[in-house]
């Protein structure tokens, strides 16, 4: 039986496998397990063993710390609606890093743009929705 934490380390390894573009068969190979494993590690079914963890994180190119990040009490406290605070999810979801790959297969100009443009979008965003809740 697993527990939060565990769910938390297969999220953390979700995410960045996802950020790094591989598949679960891919980094299975890397670490030489099967991909269901993988699969079992993402969703807390299975806990990681340290020696695991510590494979992963190379293969991963992260520290293994990196898969703890956001346990403590400090940092899971209410983020309110600070527009500068990221949902602790929000790097693991596929809209997420569709965006960020399409951002990055960009030239510089259009990046700069389209930047431009979601910052505009989002203060429009922010008074629209400033005027529904002053009526």
């Known amino acids: 039986m697993t527990g939060d934490i565990d769910l938390h380390v297969g999220k953390r390894l979700r995410r960045r496998r996802r950020l790094l573009g591989l598949t679960q068969q891919n980094l299975a190979g890397e670490v030489g397990i099967r ?6 590690y993402e969703c807390g079914a299975n806990r ?5 963890l510590f ?7 992260v520290p293994v710390q990196y898969f703890y990040e956001g346990l ?3 940092q899971q406290a209410d983020l309110g609606d600070d527009p500068e605070v990221l949902a602790p999810d929000v790097l693991s979801k596929k809209e997420t890093m569709d965006l960020v790959r399409a951002y990055y297969s ?8 389209f930047l431009d443009l979601a910052k505009s979008l ?6 629209n ?3 529904t809740t002053a009526v």
């Not at 494979?55 to 190119?61: C, F, H, I």
């Open 129 to 131: 929705a400033l005027l």
């Open 72 to 74: 403590s009490e400090f």
């Open 35 to 40: 991909f269901q494993q993988i699969q079992k």
């Open 122 to 127: 989002s203060k429009k965003a922010a008074k």
């Open 55 to 61: 494979e992963l994180s190379e293969a991963l190119r």
């Open 48 to 52: 990681v063993s340290a020696a695991r």
């Open 106 to 113: 960009m030239g510089e100009a259009p990046r700069k743009h």
